[in-house]
């Protein structure tokens, strides 16, 4: 699988992050796969956020819970990410994965985007 994040680099504090992963070569519904969105700070660990599984079901982080949303579009075989919120705190490169059960593991990777929060 090929897997491309797009969206914005700078996003300012208190508005909401929004990202696109666009997966080629593999369904985001074959069943047994669940597809991540995982962040690293500046100077940090990578922190997985939240996923969906091939069924449409969402598993969330608990710290990042309550901000975020993760959600899906078959018809275009790619899902999203919207962190409500955000502070400079969010300022990260952002990765979408394909893997199994949420955090688990991940096979394929996408190359990462960085999201600047600032004023």
């Known amino acids: 699988a090929q897997l491309q994040e797009s969206g914005p680099g700078l996003v300012k504090p208190s508005q909401t992050l929004s990202l696109t992963c666009t997966v080629s070569?593999?369904?985001?519904?074959?069943?047994?796969?669940?597809w991540s969105w995982i962040r690293q700070a500046p100077g940090k660990g990578l922190e997985w956020m939240g996923a969906?599984?091939?069924?449409?079901?969402?598993t969330y982080s608990p710290p990042l819970e309550s901000r975020s949303l993760v959600s899906r579009d078959t018809s275009k075989n790619q899902f999203a990410l919207q962190l409500n919120s955000v502070t400079p705190e969010d300022t990260a490169v952002y990765y979408c994965?394909?893997?199994?059960?949420?955090?688990?593991?991940?096979?394929?990777w996408g190359q990462g985007i960085q999201v600047t929060v600032s004023s």
């Open positions: 994965a394909r893997g199994g059960q949420p955090g688990s593991w991940f096979d394929f």
């Open positions: 070569n593999r369904s985001i519904t074959t069943t047994g796969f669940y």
């Open positions: 969906i599984s091939y069924s449409g079901d969402a």
